[in-house]
Nanobody, 126 residues
Framework: QVQLVESGGGLVQAGGSLRLSCATS????????MGWFRQVPGKERECVAA????????FYANSVKGRFTISRDNAKNSAYLQMNSLKPEDTAVYYC???????????????????WGQGTQVTVSS
């Protein structure tokens, strides 16, 4: 069965950094596009970053551009989100998501994704 497991969340001061990891199993990771989403209570789930199956193309939300970096290691069946210069408004539950695709396409809509992790809390204190 497919599993996505996030790790690396926690409490950090503003200006600090965290690196989220998403370990996957039960899927052909190299054929899956990946995305990182975040959600705060009362708001819709927001795509903060996405990456194609090859890693050749990436997308970033304007709110995180220049601060966050998405990457993947197909040999380790894992995706990552490096978050630098964190701000209190980055506080949210962060989710990784995947979908099988034969195309080098970026997906930003949560409805485009088939599999989700359980989420990891990121809290940035001011």
């Amino acid at each position: 069965q497919v599993q996505l497991v996030e790790s690396g969340g926690g409490l950090v001061q503003a200006g600090g950094s965290l690196r989220l990891s998403c370990a996957t199993s039960g899927l052909t990771f190299s054929r899956h596009a990946m995305g990182w989403f975040r959600q705060v209570p009362g708001k819709e789930r927001e795509c903060v970053a996405a990456i194609t199956w090859s890693g050749g193309s990436t997308f970033y939300a304007n709110s995180v551009k220049g601060r966050f970096t998405i990457s993947r290691d197909n040999a380790k069946n894992s995706a990552y989100l490096q978050m630098n210069s964190l701000k209190p408004e980055d506080t949210a539950v962060y989710y990784c998501a995947s979908r099988l695709t034969g195309l080098s396409v970026l997906f930003r809509d949560p409805n485009d994704y088939s599999y989700w992790g359980q989420g990891t809390q990121v809290t940035v204190s001011s």
